[in-house]
Each structure stands twice: as C-alpha cells, then as structure tokens.
C-alpha cells in the first residue's frame, strides 16, 4: 500500500505555515480554489506569472495548506491540479508555552484518494 501523501503532516513548521499565510500571492492562491485546479489555471485566476505560481504552489504543498494531486485523463495525458488541504488551522500555546499549529483536514472522497496514490506512484517512478 502506498503513503497517505498527508499522513504525518498534521504539524507542518510553524514558521513554514505563517510565512504563506503572510504571502499575498499564496492568500490569493487559496483564496481561488474552490475546486482543483492546474498550476497554469491558478496563474490566470490570480494574474501572477507562471513562474512564481510554482514557487508559491511548492511553498503551500510544503506547507500543508494544498495538496497536489493527478488528475486522470483518458487519453493519457495526466495533469497536475492542487486543492486545499485543510478546513481548519488552529495556532495555540502548548503545555511549555510554546506555539504549535495544528491543521483540521478535509475528508477525501474516493477519487481523491484515487489520484492521491496516483500522484505517489508518479514519485516513485
């Protein structure tokens, strides 16, 4: 069986998940997708060139604020599409008086789960 792409990401790095939330560029990002959509689709939607959108759709991923995921094609062709990756981000103080985050995920539906092992196969090969 292949790794849940988001299994063990429920702390990403503090620091990580605060420096694309500061980023305009990533707020718009989220702001956007309210279905999946392709790294060329994010750029148009929020008018940032498509060079910068990847940077920004890498640092979200690394984040674990979007998740990447394979969109299947018939003919063949897969593409790439990224989605939001949580409901929730909670920052709070913990027992040492330390900040922590935790993030509240969405349920994935069947095919989410489908194109999320797809996406790790791809990895893999």
């Given at each position: 069986?292949l ?17 694309v ?16 959509m392709?790294?060329?689709e ?17 640092q ?41 985050i ?24």
């Amino acid at each position: 069986m292949l790794p849940d792409p988001l299994a063990g990401e429920d702390s990403p790095e503090l620091q990580d998940v605060l420096g694309v939330l500061d980023d305009p560029d990533c707020r718009d990002i989220v702001k956007s997708l309210d279905e999946p959509m392709t790294a060329s689709e994010i750029s148009d939607c929020c008018d940032i060139p498509q060079s910068t959108t990847y940077r920004k759709l890498e640092q979200l991923t690394d984040a674990s604020i979007l998740a990447q995921q394979t969109a299947l094609r018939t003919d063949g062709h897969h593409t790439s599409q990224y989605v939001l990756a949580f409901e929730e981000v909670q920052i709070m103080l913990d027992e040492r008086r330390q900040f922590d985050i935790s993030i509240t995920r969405p349920p994935q539906s069947a095919d989410e789960q489908l194109a999320s092992m797809w996406s790790e196969v791809r990895k893999e090969t």
